[in-house]
């Protein structure tokens, strides 16, 4: 597929309707030919740099490159409701939130076929999630060839952790708490394709969190949009070189790690995706439901790939509104079931 992240438009009167033709290009040309020769996500790559600028939500601030380990790649945006008096850094910002705003934190995973990225273009997500008053961070993550499975996974975690680690500052409800006693940290996992798969594993394979974020809690839920679970990245012509690590090919697979007590799950995928089969959410949320977990999957008619992430922005939301919509519903529900959760120190 073609990638377009590279270009650079100016801003101009015209901008906008042509970013919107674009899309709804690219919205139909993942069942193209080309697309289903799949090389996964490169679509979303170049349409999200092309008009991610131009999506704007209102009320929103926006922390950006803060480092959480030590690869260059290692820097995440933190995109939360703009409050009152609010310092720039979220290591030692105080601020105060709407009454509305959860407590619970997004991080959002993108998708790139495990090759391909980069947050900025996500800004659409962040800033989506941010004016609805949940607090949403965006990691980088090391990608193929520079390393293979589980390395990106690692990576994920060591975000989480960053974000466990801070949790007090981020989450809007903890400012009017005394210093000594705070919400415990919930973070919602959410990931696109490549990322909802990296999602997956660091929620079901508990290994990540014990090496690399130890004493964190596990999420408190996850959204999978369009999320490879079932396939084997180990054979896959376009995958196997990516996951050389895995010792077999269970090791890289979500649905193999499907267990009892595993966080909330809502899955979404369309039914036109012929990137990522409809048949690994149908697996995974089989997969999980055989353990007793809540798990609510939806497919959405005439909905492709790209589609499916495209539809948080304002721009398409038109398309699919229950995908951001949905989330939201999720993010609330998991907080109003936790209400009485309380970590004192």
């Given at each position: 597929m073609i990638s377009l992240k590279s270009f650079r438009h100016p801003r101009s009167s015209w901008v906008a309707p042509f970013l919107f033709a674009l899309g709804i290009t690219a919205l139909s040309a993942v069942s193209t030919p080309a697309a289903r020769a799949g090389q996964g996500d490169d679509g979303v790559q170049g349409i999200g740099s092309l008009f991610s600028w131009a999506v704007s939500e209102p009320g929103i601030d926006i922390d950006r490159g803060i480092v959480f380990g030590p690869h260059p790649r290692h820097r995440l945006d933190v995109y939360r409701a703009k409050l009152h008096g609010s310092p720039?850094?979220?290591?030692?910002?105080?601020?105060?939130?709407?009454?509305s705003s959860p407590p619970t934190v997004a991080m959002f995973i993108?998708?790139?076929?495990?090759r391909d990225g980069e947050r900025a273009t996500y800004r659409f997500v962040g800033s989506a999630l941010a004016a609805r008053g949940i607090t949403t961070v965006i990691p980088d993550y090391r990608l193929f060839p520079d390393v293979t499975f589980p390395g990106f996974v690692d990576d994920a975690a060591l975000a989480y952790k960053w974000v466990a680690d801070h949790f007090k500052a981020l989450s809007p409800s903890n400012q009017s708490k005394p210093k000594a006693c705070a919400q415990s940290a919930?973070?919602?996992?959410?990931g696109h394709s490549a990322g909802a798969h990296i999602a997956a594993m660091l929620?079901?394979?508990?290994?990540?969190?014990?090496?690399?974020?130890?004493?964190?809690?596990q999420p408190a839920g996850l959204v999978g949009l369009a999320g490879p679970y079932s396939f084997d990245p180990t054979t896959w012509p376009s995958t196997r070189d990516v996951f050389i690590g895995a010792t077999n090919a269970d090791a890289a697979r979500p649905v193999a790690f499907a267990r009892p007590g595993a966080p909330p799950a809502?899955?979404?995928?369309?039914?036109d995706d012929?990137?990522?089969k409809l048949f690994n959410q149908r697996d995974f949320a089989a997969a999980l439901r055989g353990h007793r977990n809540h798990v609510e999957a939806i497919e959405i008619p005439g909905l492709a790939?790209?589609?499916?992430?495209?539809?948080?922005?304002?721009?398409f939301r038109w398309r699919a509104p229950q995908v951001l919509d949905r989330t939201i519903a999720f993010i609330r529900e998991i907080d109003a079931q936790n209400l009485g959760t309380t970590l004192c120190r």
């Amino acid at each position: 597929m073609i990638s377009l992240k590279s270009f650079r438009h100016p801003r101009s009167s015209w901008v906008a309707p042509f970013l919107f033709a674009l899309g709804i290009t690219a919205l139909s040309a993942v069942s193209t030919p080309a697309a289903r020769a799949g090389q996964g996500d490169d679509g979303v790559q170049g349409i999200g740099s092309l008009f991610s600028w131009a999506v704007s939500e209102p009320g929103i601030d926006i922390d950006r490159g803060i480092v959480f380990g030590p690869h260059p790649r290692h820097r995440l945006d933190v995109y939360r409701a703009k409050l009152h008096g609010s310092p720039s850094r979220a290591s030692n910002t105080e601020r105060s939130a709407p009454p509305s705003s959860p407590p619970t934190v997004a991080m959002f995973i993108y998708g790139g076929s495990w090759r391909d990225g980069e947050r900025a273009t996500y800004r659409f997500v962040g800033s989506a999630l941010a004016a609805r008053g949940i607090t949403t961070v965006i990691p980088d993550y090391r990608l193929f060839p520079d390393v293979t499975f589980p390395g990106f996974v690692d990576d994920a975690a060591l975000a989480y952790k960053w974000v466990a680690d801070h949790f007090k500052a981020l989450s809007p409800s903890n400012q009017s708490k005394p210093k000594a006693c705070a919400q415990s940290a919930r973070i919602v996992l959410i990931g696109h394709s490549a990322g909802a798969h990296i999602a997956a594993m660091l929620a079901l394979d508990q290994r990540f969190l014990a090496q690399f974020a130890p004493g964190a809690e596990q999420p408190a839920g996850l959204v999978g949009l369009a999320g490879p679970y079932s396939f084997d990245p180990t054979t896959w012509p376009s995958t196997r070189d990516v996951f050389i690590g895995a010792t077999n090919a269970d090791a890289a697979r979500p649905v193999a790690f499907a267990r009892p007590g595993a966080p909330p799950a809502l899955l979404m995928h369309g039914s036109d995706d012929t990137t990522v089969k409809l048949f690994n959410q149908r697996d995974f949320a089989a997969a999980l439901r055989g353990h007793r977990n809540h798990v609510e999957a939806i497919e959405i008619p005439g909905l492709a790939h790209v589609g499916l992430v495209l539809a948080i922005s304002q721009p398409f939301r038109w398309r699919a509104p229950q995908v951001l919509d949905r989330t939201i519903a999720f993010i609330r529900e998991i907080d109003a079931q936790n209400l009485g959760t309380t970590l004192c120190r």
